[in-house]
């Protein structure tokens, strides 16, 4: 919850909500929770506009609320960290498409921006947007079939319901429930489409994107390439199959998974079996995987041809190491790198020490490591002799990282980084306002025009409207907010390893 | 000892004995070893002995002890006054790390001025040296002529005059890091199975060590553990990681980093160092920055 955070959240609701929201989230940011009239109060909205922000917040899963001290009135209370995944949606899109094709993003798509959706609903929304489409040939049948694997496999849940219990107070909770996987019929969903109404169906159970399921994806995603990186494209093959034998037996993020016999992955392997040279050296690849594979993998005993275990809290603070060093070697240089590398390595280490190791001269090297004290990558610890007398009693002094802080540091950089992003590609949109605006308009007069069939004389006349300068400033911005939201995908990427580091206690 | 050659054979006696207990003779020993000899011989032949110089008298414990001073001190102090003898000793006992003025003066009590006359004068006789300390750059050593400094004193192969040579360092750094990497790829895909690809991608110290002796990029003669050192600091980089063979030799191999280079060094903000000065508002403002400007332009 820091200042910074702050910042990226405010702008972050500014670009998909607009201002009103944005007030209200930062009142929310700020004040912690508080009931509506206290926000209006501090706001000075109309108390109407801070019921619809509330409302946009709270459909979207970006608040929540409990009930006060008087069990009359709701406090609402803002979550940061569901804001920031707003600017993780191209990837959840990206990763749904690449793995149940193009239906299931249209579902997700849909999905996400109606927040929340009962199934039908849903179906027969996407089917009718994309009727006319003879491309994507989209039938409602084959949707259904996509809904269905998606919940089967859990990027889509129930939502959370009202809890009806009785004796609870004016305010309801939502309690999550388990989801069941629906069965849908087909007629009843043809029917709907030909109709176009959804009056006749009794559909009351209603759906949202599971976002830690999409989560668990792009950690193995991750753990996988980084394997692949650090030996080859088989390693990091049996590091995906022993993700999967991982989530049969523990919890998704559990920082060390239960031990899986080397017999399953074997199994597994043989199945795969595309990969000859992986299903020939499978004990090899186990044992260089455990040796020189950064801790990602730990074997734990022998039993049955040998138990091994996935060990994600390690595999997140070795990530979080590779993050900082790269950041230490962009903004100080490669030698600064060197000693914060050297320091973790020896974990205290007096300053002549690092002189001796590093093999720098000695200005620059103190040079350096007193950078990275400023710039609190590392710490410093000055032991005093105790009761020794005068000039003589030198304090020593240890320097050392503490991992968490620096990677708090390094949270704050992502978090000022993103918010800067936003706002330049904010500065870019509004300074060039009105080309885009024009452009637009001109676009769907076209489009319109081409529709009507009207002679191609005409639609040139009007295409001319957009004089050459202007478009050139127009794919000048193009390129540059393309640039922007392409950094901003990437900070995001920065920032999931960073949180999922934090996701374990210290 | 040929200097010291003497017709009596009496003195040859002591000093065999002498010779024989380093940590020195009393009376009574030199009695016992020549019984025949009437006390007043005896104090002729210790006093003509002492004259040379031979021996260091003490006093442990009320009687009086005779030490056979260590060989070259007899030489070298040929023709010095007892000033520089006390001197001389101090710093032929530092051996090749060295003493510091300040530990000369304090051991010897002797005055500043007078010191400072006599080791001037030891220097000039090319008895011994002063050789300047790499760890600091103010502290000066002093130690017999012929001797070579210590590592720690004079800091190996990596300085030339007291003076760091990181250019040497950093083309040495750059050389093994190179020989690694031409074996790094063996592990990839290996078909004979990643153990073996990965004993092929790791390289011991000695190995590399041949490898930059035969490029003939040094004209110093570089150690195994001067490799070592070096090999280390490519560890210390990230760019390699070390193993242990069983027979406890360590092997090194290139490695890339676990990920590729995060969103976070992608985007100027990462590396600005003014990004702690950024707000909304003010002189320094991502809407109008000129390394966001530039960044955007390419």
């Not at chain 1, 006749?200 to 390439?225: P, S």
């Not at chain 1, 802080?405 to 950089?413: G, I, N, R, S, W």
């Not at chain 2, 060590?209 to 150690?223: A, P, R």
């Not at chain 2, 490519?234 to 070390?242: C, I, P, Q, T």
């Amino acid at each position: 919850m820091s200042h910074q955070l702050g910042r990226v959240v405010s702008e972050i609701l500014h670009r998909y909500f607009g201002e009103l929201v944005q007030q209200v989230g930062n009142d929310l940011f700020i004040y912690g929770s508080k009931p509506i009239s206290m926000i209006v109060k501090t706001t000075g909205l109309p108390r109407k506009q801070v019921i619809e922000s509330l409302r946009t917040l709270l459909k979207f899963d970006l608040a929540s609320f409990e009930p006060s001290v008087h069990e009359v009135v709701a406090d609402y209370k803002l979550l940061p960290d569901n804001v920031l995944l707003l600017i993780r949606y191209p990837r959840y899109l990206l990763q749904i498409k690449s793995k149940y094709g193009t239906e299931a993003e249209l579902l997700v798509e849909e999905l996400l921006q109606q927040a929340t959706s009962t199934a039908t609903g849903l179906l027969v929304t996407v089917a009718t947007k994309n009727k006319d489409d003879k491309e994507k040939n989209i039938t409602i049948l084959k949707l259904k079939d996509t809904f269905v694997s998606l919940a089967t496999a859990g990027y889509i849940q129930q939502a959370p319901v009202a809890d009806t219990k009785e004796g609870s107070s004016d305010v309801p909770s939502l309690v999550p429930v388990a989801t069941i996987v629906p069965d849908l019929d087909s007629r009843q969903l043809i029917h709907a489409m030909t109709t176009g109404s959804l009056a006749d169906i009794k559909d009351n159970i209603y759906w949202k994107v599971n976002y830690d399921r999409f989560h668990q994806d792009f950690r193995d995603d991750i753990m996988v390439k980084a394997m692949t990186r650090r030996i080859d494209d088989n390693a990091g093959e049996l590091m995906r199959l022993l993700l999967q034998q991982m989530y049969l037996s523990s919890a998704a993020w559990a920082a060390e998974s239960n031990p899986t016999p080397a017999l399953d992955i074997r199994e597994a392997v043989r199945r795969a079996a595309d990969k000859s040279l992986l299903s020939q050296h499978v004990d090899h690849y186990l044992k260089v995987l455990e040796e020189n594979g950064a801790g990602f993998v730990r074997r734990v005993g022998d039993a049955g041809g040998g138990q091994l275990v996935v060990c994600g809290r390690r595999a997140a603070g070795r990530l979080l190491e590779a993050v900082l060093d790269h950041v230490v070697t962009e903004r100080l240089g490669s030698n600064a790198a060197r000693i914060f590398r050297l320091i973790r390595t020896k974990k205290y280490i007096e300053e002549d020490d690092i002189q001796k190791h590093a093999m720098l001269p000695n200005k620059e090297c103190k040079e350096l490591t007193y950078k990275l004290l400023e710039e609190h990558f590392i710490s410093v610890q000055p032991m005093k002799k105790a009761a020794s007398s005068g000039a003589m009693a030198k304090a020593i002094y240890l320097y050392h990282i503490k991992t968490h802080d620096v990677a708090h540091t390094a949270q704050e950089l992502c978090y000022r980084a993103l918010h800067n992003c936003l706002r330049r590609g904010a500065h870019e949109r509004n300074a060039h306002a009105r080309l885009r605006d024009k452009q637009r308009r001109v676009r769907t007069i076209v489009h319109g025009m081409r529709m009507r069939g009207e002679p191609q004389q005409n639609i040139d006349d009007v295409e001319e409207t957009l004089t050459p300068p202007e478009l050139a400033v127009l794919k000048d911005v193009e390129k540059r907010l393309k640039q922007l939201s392409a950094a901003e995908l990437e900070l995001d990427r920065n920032l999931f390893i960073l949180n999922w580091y934090f996701m374990y206690p210290k | 000892m040929s200097s010291n050659k003497n017709d009596d054979p009496i003195s040859d006696k002591i000093l065999n004995i002498a010779k024989k207990n380093p940590k020195g003779i009393s009376d009574k020993d030199i009695v016992a070893a020549v019984p025949d000899l009437s006390s007043a011989e005896l104090v002729a032949a210790i006093n003509k002995l002492l004259q040379q110089g031979v021996f260091d008298l003490f006093n442990q414990g009320g009687s009086l002890i005779y030490r056979l001073k260590a060989q070259t001190s007899k030489q070298a102090v040929k023709g010095a006054d007892n000033e520089e003898k006390v001197v001389y000793n101090l710093i032929e006992e530092a051996g090749n790390k060295g003493i510091w003025i300040r530990d000369i003066r304090i051991r010897s009590n002797l005055a500043n001025t007078q010191l400072t006359k006599v080791l001037k004068s030891l220097e000039s006789k090319k008895v011994i040296k002063a050789v300047k300390c790499v760890n600091a750059s103010k502290k000066k050593v002093y130690m017999l002529y012929n001797l070579e400094p210590d590592r720690s004193i004079s800091g190996g192969a990596w300085y030339q005059d007291q003076d760091f040579e990181s250019e040497f360092v950093d083309i040495l750094n750059r050389q093994c890091l190179r020989f690694l990497q031409q074996r790094a790829d063996k592990i990839k895909n290996n078909p004979k199975g990643p153990i073996l690809g990965r004993t092929q991608s790791f390289a011991t110290a000695v190995e590399v060590q041949k490898y930059i002796t035969d490029l003939g990029i040094s004209n110093v003669k570089l150690e195994v553990e001067d490799v070592v050192t070096i090999l280390n600091t490519l560890v210390y980089d990230g760019k390699a990681e070390s193993n242990v063979y069983p027979d406890g030799s360590k092997v090194y191999r290139a490695i890339e980093s676990l990920i590729p280079p995060p969103g976070l060094v992608q985007v100027p903000c990462g590396v600005c160092p003014l990004v702690f000065k950024c707000c909304s508002t003010g002189l320094v403002t991502p809407q109008d920055c000129k390394y966001m400007d530039e960044w955007l332009e390419n």
